[in-house]
């Protein structure tokens, strides 16, 4: 079986400041981990993801997460946030197993308010 | 750039009326995913299909819900008779089998089902 968990439902930050949202997993073999973001009354856009290579993942708008085995985590940040960085924010795994089953499994979400 | 199209953006339907969404995936792309997503909560898969083969179903209520993928290209979600509980957002994904892209789930911008 595979999960995630967003601890923290809300985050708010002023905006320039640091964002961290995160996230923990638990999948049986190699985890592949996925960030999205969600607009209101809109469909999910891709952030990143981490399959292999370097723990630290850079994508799109400024995002970047740091993959910890150890710690079973991958924390979304941004060193600066934007107030138009204000969505709900999911994070997902599935197992890298090698299979054609690419079912992915969310996390509750977590809804970001960057206040100017 | 090529998107994930879904139709209708919005339907409001009374309870044990049939109701039905089309979701064309991103050309080329061979696997195709149907998610419901519930206010406040994450995606849940409800079906995976590769091509016009269903590889996933396990989470679809197959007494009122029905997927089809006929030629391997669009797909329609149906839900007969719907119920109160079935009020979501139901959401299209596609990904393909290979390239830069691989591991990619493409989402568009659902449907937010609500039934009176």
């Known amino acids: 079986a595979q999960s995630v968990a967003q601890p923290e439902d809300q985050v708010n930050v002023a905006e320039g400041n640091p964002l961290t949202v995160k996230c923990t997993y638990s999948?049986?073999?190699?985890?592949?981990l996925f960030w999205y973001v969600q607009y209101p009354n809109r469909g999910l856009q891709f952030l990143l993801k981490y399959i292999t290579g370097d723990n630290l993942v850079k994508g799109s708008y400024g995002f970047e997460a740091e993959f910890n085995k150890s710690q079973t985590s991958f924390h979304l940040k941004k060193p600066s946030a934007l107030v138009s960085d204000s969505a709900l924010y999911f994070c997902a795994v599935r197992d890298g197993g090698g299979s054609n089953d690419y079912k992915l499994s969310f996390g509750a979400g977590t809804t970001v308010t960057v206040r100017a | 750039e090529a998107e994930v199209a879904q139709s209708p953006r919005y339907k409001i339907t009374e309870k044990s009326q049939a109701v039905a969404f089309w979701c064309d995936p991103i050309s080329g792309h061979a696997t195709l995913y149907w998610y419901r997503q519930i206010l406040g909560q994450g995606p849940e898969l409800l079906v995976q299909f590769q091509d016009e083969s269903v590889v996933d179903d396990s989470q679809l209520p197959k007494d009122r819900f029905s997927a089809e993928r006929l030629k391997g290209v669009d797909s329609t979600l149906k839900i007969q008779p719907a119920e109160l509980g079935d009020s979501a957002m139901y959401l299209c994904a596609s990904s393909p089998n290979r390239g830069r892209s691989y591991n990619e789930q493409f989402f568009g911008p659902g449907t937010r089902l609500t039934v009176l």
């Open positions: 999948v049986s073999g190699n985890p592949y």
